[in-house]
């Protein structure tokens, strides 16, 4: 799981549409990039953001977004790694991620699927490694990511057809507007 960010950093020019979690994932990237100026003002870096939303709308996406504009590695795992029902497996996960970004310093770890961990239907005891990822005041913030708007779908037809070659009647404002509805993946 310790995929770092893959082929180049993105920015949040990557990203279309989004724009309240933009701004509120804002002052993480300012942390991220100079925690001292931060802690000389009394403030704590936000430990764990959930990004909630539907799939596909582009929480990965900011994540690496958020990391590239601060100029941080990403760490991905998938929260279904962790649940692992060999005792002791899950934990170790959890351990060597910890080292790891520990190791880099400053970095984003992104848990993906973090949902499936813990309280799993039929599991109603939640094991020690899911109590070590999701201990209460882990996540002091919660970013939601909604589905696009029409608006919005065309800043992001725009992002990724910015480097295509498109013929001259492709209208994109028109694409977006009927393609409302779908989310950017
Ligand atoms: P999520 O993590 O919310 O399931 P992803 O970040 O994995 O969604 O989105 C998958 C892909 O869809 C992205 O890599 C990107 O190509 C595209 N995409 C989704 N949302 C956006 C967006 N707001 N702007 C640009 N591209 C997007």
Redesign the pocket.
Known sequence: FDKVAEDRQLTLA?????REARADLHDVIGFLKDPARFKKMGARCPAGVL?V????????????AVAGEAGVPVLVASGSEFGEMYVGVGARRVRDLASKARAHGRCIIFI?EFDSIGGKRGRPNRTSEEDLVRRPGRFDRVVE?GM?TAA?RL??LK??AAKRPLDADVNLQELSTLTVGY???
């Not at 939303?53 to 690496?64: C, D, N, S």
Request: without cysteine; charged residues 20%; negative net charge.
């Open positions: 990557d990203v279309g549409g989004a990004l939303g539907p799939p596909g709308t582009g929480k990965t996406l900011l994540a690496r993906d990511v696009p919005d800043e992001i992002v990724h989310s950017g993946a």
